[in-house]
């Protein structure tokens, strides 16, 4: 899934949890649980691996979380009510571990060791591809994008 759409389910997960750190672990944890289902990235791999994954992701992602800042704004103006300490915390849960594999990532590419974190974020991206590689079947990136893009407007339509 992309950002936010995770940021998204992060922060209406938050809206129930009575504290930030809870409303950020139910924001993580429901990212794994939304990974599990086939949403287009499969290709995604072979795309970064065919050359310049650096310059390749790094604007894609930039859109993204551009993306996922401006849903969570509009979600949380919707709900002034809610503490929006608690509501930014649920969607930063919601995409922390594609933060880590990204963050992965460009390690990796600039050659860079830094002992406990990169010994954590491997570990981190076998546990986040797990849910990635047990799919059966993946559907297309465009029907991806679309099935996401569907549900992020319902999410909004419903919420804001």
């Known amino acids: 899934m992309y950002s936010p759409l995770h940021a998204a389910a992060g922060l209406l997960l938050a809206q ?30 072979e795309w970064l691996a065919g050359g310049h994954s650096a310059r ?16 969570v704004w509009a979600l949380i103006a919707g709900h002034p009510s809610q503490g929006w300490i608690k509501l930014v915390a649920g969607a930063g849960g919601g995409i922390t571990p594609d933060l880590f594999w990204g963050g992965r990532l460009l390690l990796d590419r600039a050659g860079w060791r830094i002992p406990l974190l990169t ?18 079947y993946d559907v297309p990136f465009a029907v991806g994008l679309v099935i996401q893009a569907v549900l992020l407007s319902l999410v909004l339509f419903l919420h804001v």
Request: net charge negative.
């Open 56 to 71: 390749r992701i790094a604007p894609g992602e930039a859109g993204d979380l551009g993306l996922a800042a401006i849903v």
């Open 16 to 45: 129930v949890m009575p504290d930030p750190i809870t409303a950020f672990a139910a924001g993580a944890a429901s990212h794994y649980l939304r990974d599990a289902f086939p949403h287009g990235d499969t290709g995604l791999g």
């Open 119 to 136: 010994s954590f974020l491997h570990r981190h991206d076998r546990w986040h591809s797990w849910g990635h590689v047990k799919h059966f």
